[in-house]
């Protein structure tokens, strides 16, 4: 296998790579359907695999492939020439415009691959005033993510900028092409049988998942170097990984790579204090040393040593900003945390270690899929609603984990980072 460590590899040609991750994000990612549209979004650098992905999608009998670029010269255009009043401007009609293709059965793909300190040189006021205007627009496009009502994936492309943050010390070509092999590697792309490879990496997932469930945990612990945190489960929670069926009907992988199992927090029932265990790279703007303590569910306390300014804007978005809609437990071990890199970038880093998120729970973590679950009978199981869903991790082989039972009774799920069991 093709790796970024050195090891021994299967050097096969990079159009076929690039083919061959286009197919796991259309028959694993996304179990494209006959006739099904899809919308895809993408960095402007990232177009020669939105094309590989277009190809395989109609292969798969894709009715129509629509694809949205973003370039970052034009984002950096606005933040230097806009008038003030256009960073509380967002494209609505755009989000408007997906939701509807989703709520009448397009799939989703985003790829990803942003510079991870675009925006780091701007004015945090209007970052943090586009990121909002941008999350409130979003809207009915999220909370058709959010709620799984369509199949929907995201992987990634490796960019220029993206690569120089990873490898500072290399050429810039050869840090495009470290980064790639990380992709692919990390994608489960270079065996002799990436789609089988996939297969046998959800059902080891699902395991996972069953065991969880089984135990019907009413909080997580979580403990180590400035760590003390009990996050408390939602009533009636459902602990999911790998991959799962849409309410479309439709089995995916939301997420190429993946290595985590999660499930949803109850707002109310959060309480301790954690520290992050690697960046975050926030549209744009990297937040490092994040230390944070929570009172019956809500981030009372909060500071980071780069990027507190704008952590301190996206806490204030709305009232469930503050709270969890998301823990994820992910091994110490994983492919990805052993590869010895930090990617800047969500996708891969929540994937090298445990993590919670702020904002918007999903309400697929609920028992049996939340199906037929009203937004009041999630909020009353305890589902956290806002406008944002931001990862962040706090893992690592420090930290131990033990799942809560109702009476209290401690019960180990990891030892420095490595599931017990």
């Not at 006959?34 to 979004?41: D, F, G």
């Not at 991790?393 to 209290?408: K, R």
């Amino acid at each position: 296998m093709t790796t970024s460590t050195g090891a021994d590899t299967i050097a096969l040609p990079f159009d076929e790579r690039i083919g061959r991750l286009a197919e796991v994000a259309v028959r694993i990612g996304l179990g494209l359907k006959h006739s099904q549209e899809l919308v895809i979004t993408a960095p402007l650098e990232a177009a020669p695999l939105a094309r590989a992905i277009t190809t395989e999608a109609y292969k798969a009998g894709a009715s129509l492939v629509t694809t949205f670029y973003s370039d970052d010269a034009a984002t950096l255009a606005r933040f230097a020439h806009a008038p003030d009043d256009a960073f509380d401007t967002a494209a609505g009609w755009l989000y408007g415009g997906m939701a509807e293709a989703f709520r009448n059965g397009a799939a989703r793909l985003a790829i990803a691959g942003d510079d991870p300190s675009l925006l780091a040189g701007q004015d945090s006021q209007k970052v943090a005033r586009a990121n909002r205007s941008r999350s409130k627009a979003y809207v009915p496009a999220l909370e058709l993510i959010a709620n799984f009502a369509t199949n929907w994936t995201i992987v990634s492309a490796a960019t220029r900028p993206w690569a120089r943050t990873v490898f500072p010390d290399c050429p810039e070509d050869e840090a495009l092409a470290r980064l790639w092999d990380a992709i692919f590697a990390a994608s489960r792309v270079d065996g002799d049988d990436p789609v089988g490879q996939w297969k046998a990496h959800n059902d080891a997932l699902h395991a996972r998942t069953k065991i969880l469930n089984q135990h019907r945990f009413a909080a997580v612990r979580f403990q180590g170097p400035d760590t003390d945190l009990t996050v408390g489960l939602a009533d009636d929670h459902e602990w999911c990984g790998g991959a799962s069926v849409s309410r479309s009907g439709i089995l995916c992988n939301a997420n190429i790579p993946t290595e985590e199992v999660f499930t949803t927090p109850h707002k109310l029932r959060v309480d301790g204090y954690v520290a992050s265990t690697k960046p975050l790279s926030y549209q744009g703007t990297l937040i490092d040393g994040i230390r944070v303590r929570f009172e019956e569910g809500r981030i009372v306390e909060a500071t980071a040593r780069t990027g507190s300014d704008v952590l301190a804007r996206v806490l204030d978005t709305d009232e469930g900003s503050r709270r969890l809609g998301e823990v994820a437990l992910v091994p110490a071990s994983s492919a990805i945390s052993a590869s010895g890199l930090l990617f800047y970038n969500t996708l891969y880093d929540e994937n090298a270690a445990s993590h919670i998120a702020l904002g918007q729970a999903y309400s697929k973590c609920f028992l049996n899929g939340g199906e037929g679950f009203s937004e009041d009978d999630l909020a009353a199981r305890g589902a956290n609603r806002s406008l944002i869903h931001i990862d962040w991790m706090i893992g690592s082989a420090d930290i131990d984990v033990d799942g809560l039972t109702a009476e209290g009774r401690a019960v180990p799920v990891m030892r420095a980072g490595e599931w017990i069991g």
